[in-house]
Each structure stands twice: as C-alpha cells, then as structure tokens.
C-alpha cells in the first residue's frame, strides 16, 4: 500500500480539500523537519529529517494538483489510474480528435481568437471533469474516477499545448 500523503499532513483522505488547510498542514510539518532545526542531531536523525523533508515536499506538489490528489487517493484505493483497461469512451476521444485539428488550424492561421475560443471551451470542460471526479471518488466510485482522471490527463496535456501556442503567437 503507498504511503498516504495525506496521513503524512493528518488531513482526512478526500479529494475536496481546501488550499489553505493544505498550505497550513504543511508550513507546520516542513518548519518541523527543516534542515536547519536538525543541524546538531546524530547524522541518522539528519538523514530522518531530510528524507521526511523530501516526503512532506512531493506529497505538498502532489495533494496541491487536483489531478495528480485524484490519481494519489485512488493508488491508495488499490486503483491505478493509468491502467489500459480503463477506457475513455469514443465520443470524449473524437472530442479531443476536433479540438487538436482546432489547435492546429488556429496555429497555423495564428488565429489569436479562435485559441482563445479553444482555451476558455477546454478550461470549461476541465472544471466539469474536476466536478465529475469529486463526485465520483466522495461516492467511491473508483473506476468512473479513473476514467475521469484519464479524461483529466488528455484536457490538461490539451491546455499546456494550448499554452505553448499562446506563448508562440505572442512572441
């Protein structure tokens, strides 16, 4: 069973989870791990505080990303998330199909409205996911969780492409 990263911040394991219970939770475990605090103990204590250092740093960067707090409760759920015998359906697929021949066709035409356009409808689509998968996981339905976190995983690739395209047309 993975390490709950929740456990490590004594929050309860849900994925709603408020910003500023997380960022208290962990200003309070990495002021008491800090290297610094630990300068005069045994070097096994220092190795002890350093690694719980690390711990608290990667489980903070993980429960702080919605999608990446998803696929972390449904591991210690025993589910993996990216397994290949969860499936996305054929309509989310074909979604994704249009909305890269759109990316691409406003690349190309540097068409600053129309990737605006794609942007704010992608973002809208992510937040319903985001919705989706709160309900999912809060009525433990595991495998709707997992296919929603697949979904997550195209929409978020979907926005930083989207991102990058921006970035190029603005330079």
């Known amino acids: 069973m993975p390490q709950s990263y929740f456990a490590l911040f004594n929050l309860e394991p849900r ?3 408020r910003g500023e219970q997380l960022d208290a939770a962990y200003r309070a475990l990495a002021a008491q791990v800090h290297p610094d605090r630990h300068a005069s103990s045994t070097p096994a204590e220092q190795r002890q505080a350093l690694s719980l250092a690390t711990s608290a740093n990667e ?3 993980t429960l702080k990303r919605p999608l990446l707090r998803a696929t972390h409760l449904l591991s210690l759920r025993g589910v993996d998330s990216i397994d290949s015998a ?3 359906s054929p ?3 074909s979604e994704q199909m249009d909305w890269r021949e759109t990316l691409s066709d406003a690349q190309t035409a540097r068409d600053a409205a129309a990737l605006k356009q794609l942007d704010d ?4 689509r992510a937040a319903d996911l985001l919705r989706q998968l709160e309900v999912h996981l809060d009525d433990n ?3 709707a969780a ?6 997550l995983m195209f929409v978020d690739k979907l926005l930083l492409d989207i991102d990058e395209a921006h970035a190029l047309l603005e330079a």
């Open 91 to 93: 309509e989310f697929l």
């Open 121 to 124: 409808l992608v973002r809208r």
């Open 86 to 88: 969860v499936r996305v």
């Open 146 to 151: 997992a296919r929603t976190v697949q979904q």
């Open 141 to 143: 339905d595991n495998c």
């Open 15 to 17: 994925f709603a989870l």
């Open 59 to 61: 489980a903070y960067r």
